[in-house]
């Protein structure tokens, strides 16, 4: 079965520095992967996903994300944070083979100050 | 931008008393998801549909627990009683079906939620 570790429950960066968000993965086949963002009482927003290709994948609000096969990581990026970026992070993985469900991680907490 | 309607979206109930929550995908999409999200956690799916059929339950508590799609459009989910540990957010989402819907690597679009709490 499927799994993602979010091996941080927060993480504490100054605005203008860059992030860092990890996750490792476990998935039977290719792994797709998925970063979603979500605000308090808010439902999630898709962020950006690695299907196949390169493996640096840009996606909303200047994130990107570096998909590592041999690591079996997928930590997600930002080369600037700001205020505005503090959310709750998942990451999320589904295999290519047969019918798998997305499974998330525990999430963490991104905290940028000012 | 189309978006995922739920409702309602805060539901106060006690113990064994029945709730309902009304969930409405955008328009097109014919995958329609259930999660539950525990504080603290991330989501789980509780029960997927493709249009009207089940694609997968196999976490939704059924002694307690239906989901419906009658017309493979809005879907609503009961809890009949509810009990404390049920108090969480419930999520829904929805995607586009294209062949080989399981093998897709369309993301998911998640509606606001309905946060649930069972005194």
């Known amino acids: 079965a499927q799994s993602v570790a979010q091996p941080e429950d927060q993480v504490n960066v100054a605005e203008g520095n860059p992030l860092t968000v990890k996750c490792t993965y476990s998935?039977?086949?290719?792994?797709?992967l998925f970063w979603y963002v979500q605000y308090p009482n808010r439902g999630l927003q898709f962020l950006l996903k690695?299907?196949?290709?390169?493996?640096l994948v840009k996606g909303s609000y200047g994130f990107e994300a570096e998909f590592n096969k041999s690591q079996t990581s997928f930590h997600l990026k930002k080369p600037s944070a700001l205020v505005s970026d503090s959310a709750l992070y998942f990451c999320?993985?589904?295999?290519?083979?047969?019918?798998?469900?997305?499974?998330f991680g525990t999430g963490t907490r991104l905290l940028v100050s000012p | 931008e189309a978006e995922v309607a739920q409702s309602p979206r805060y539901k106060i109930t006690e113990k064994s008393q029945a709730v309902a929550f009304w969930c409405d995908p955008i328009?097109?999409?014919?995958?329609l998801y259930w999660y539950r999200q525990i504080l603290g956690q991330g989501p789980e799916l509780l029960v997927q549909?493709?249009?009207?059929?089940?694609?997968?339950d196999s976490q939704l508590p059924k002694d307690r627990f239906s989901a419906e799609r009658l017309k493979g459009v809005d879907s609503t989910l009961k809890i009949q009683p509810a009990e404390l540990g049920d108090s969480a957010m419930y999520l829904c989402?929805?995607?586009?079906?294209?062949?080989?819907?399981?093998?897709?690597?369309?993301?998911?679009?998640f509606g606001p939620g309905t946060r649930l709490t069972v005194l």
């Open positions: 549909f493709q249009d009207e059929s089940v694609v997968d």
């Open positions: 690695y299907i196949t290709g390169d493996n």
């Open positions: 998935v039977s086949g290719n792994p797709y």
């Open positions: 989402a929805s995607s586009l079906l294209v062949a080989g819907a399981w093998l897709a690597d369309n993301e998911q679009f």
């Open positions: 328009s097109g999409h014919a995958t």
């Open positions: 999320a993985v589904r295999g290519n083979t047969g019918f798998q469900k997305l499974v």
